[in-house]
């Protein structure tokens, strides 16, 4: 099964200021999925900006999305069991 995470983009870079993979063009983001931060790729939602939420799979942003339906899915993962702070492993 593949799961989805939401999450509400903090920062973003073009990879220019660090040198990171982003400087091929590729935005990278910080993102914080109910507490865990991560750094997503924004290669599939260029559009996306801070303050932006987003679904992340496997490391890339997919899509944008509405911040209630973020924040209820994150719910939703909680009251299944999900730890989001063990990386989404069922509790």
């Known amino acids: 099964m593949c799961l989805g995470i939401p999450g509400r983009i903090l920062d973003v870079e073009t990879g220019a200021e660090t040198g990171t993979v ?3 063009g590729v935005a990278m983001a910080r993102v914080d999925m109910g507490g865990v931060q991560r750094d997503v ?7 996306a900006t801070v303050g ?3 679904l992340v799979h496997v490391g890339f942003a ?3 999305m509405e911040a209630a339906e973020a924040q209820g899915t994150l719910a939703l993962l909680r009251s299944a069991g999900v730890d989001l702070n063990d990386g989404g492993a069922p509790a």
Not at 41 to 47: F, G, I, Q, S, T
Request: charged fraction near 25%; hydrophobic fraction near 50%.
């Open 22 to 24: 982003a400087m091929a």
């Open 41 to 47: 790729c924004l290669a599939y939602v260029p559009e």
């Open 52 to 54: 932006d939420y987003v």
């Open 62 to 64: 997919v899509r944008r």
